[in-house]
């Protein structure tokens, strides 16, 4: 079956850096993104790895191993704002063979002052 | 200009009646999908279409149909509502093998 585990909640502080981490078990395997939702609000696309290593983009980067079958989504200089649910989502199936993504269950991170 | 947008954002019905929601996206995207996000906020793949075509089509109750009558629309008729229908339903877009861009939601209770 598939499968995405990520952890259902993290606490920080303002300020801080949190790593929020995803590993798959899917059929196939054609890229890891994330995604944000606020409460009461829709998913946002953050970021997408379809190879190995690190991709940056402002305060947030996201890392995929593909070999580890992991990835992970890391938040830097925390604030109040970045309190929401994070989702991992990898798909599982080529273009051509028709495909949607499959989701974790999300993390739900609390940042406090 | 709202790229996806869905409506209505709220539906409360009784059981066993029937209720569309409609979805529009203005990104020129080729494929639509409709997601379930049930109260644990686990979304759940339900249909997706490519160009009007249906390429996806997970386990849902066949009381659940969708339809696209052109690449920027998708609406999703529920049929024979139940108590379990209630969640919220998120239509989405997506360019070939790009990032989704998520209309806002529709809350649908069922009582």
């Known amino acids: 079956g598939q499968s995405l585990e990520q952890p259902s909640e993290v606490t920080a502080v303002e300020g801080a850096i949190v790593q929020i981490n995803c590993t798959y078990q899917?059929?196939?395997?054609?890229?890891l993104s994330w995604y944000q939702q606020h409460d009461g609000g829709a998913p946002t696309f953050l970021s997408y790895n379809a190879l190995d290593g690190l991709e940056e983009t402002g305060r947030f980067s996201s890392f995929l191993s593909r070999s580890d079958s992991y990835g992970y989504l890391l938040l830097q200089e925390l604030q109040m704002k970045d309190s929401a649910s994070y989702f991992c989502?990898?798909?599982?199936?080529?273009?051509?063979?028709?495909?949607?993504?499959?989701f974790g269950k999300g993390t739900t991170l609390s940042v406090s002052s | 200009d709202t790229a996806v947008s869905q409506t209505p954002k709220y539906l409360v019905t009784q059981m066993g009646n029937d209720k569309s929601i409609k979805c529009e996206q203005n990104?020129?995207?080729?494929?639509m999908y409709w997601y379930k996000q049930d109260s644990k906020k686990f979304l759940k793949i339900m249909f997706s279409y490519n160009n009007k075509e249906l390429i996806i089509n997970e386990t849902v109750p066949n009381r659940f149909s969708p339809k696209s009558p052109d690449k920027a629309h998708l609406n999703l008729h529920i049929n024979s509502l139940e108590l379990g229908d209630s969640a919220v339903y998120f239509c989405?877009?997506?360019?070939?093998?790009?990032?989704?861009?998520f209309g806002s939601g529709t809350r649908l209770t069922v009582v």
């Open positions: 989502a990898v798909r599982d199936r080529g273009w051509q063979a028709g495909t949607a993504l499959i």
């Open positions: 990104l020129g995207h080729d494929t």
């Open positions: 989405a877009s997506s360019p070939q093998g790009g990032g989704y861009t």
């Open positions: 899917t059929s196939g395997f054609y890229g």
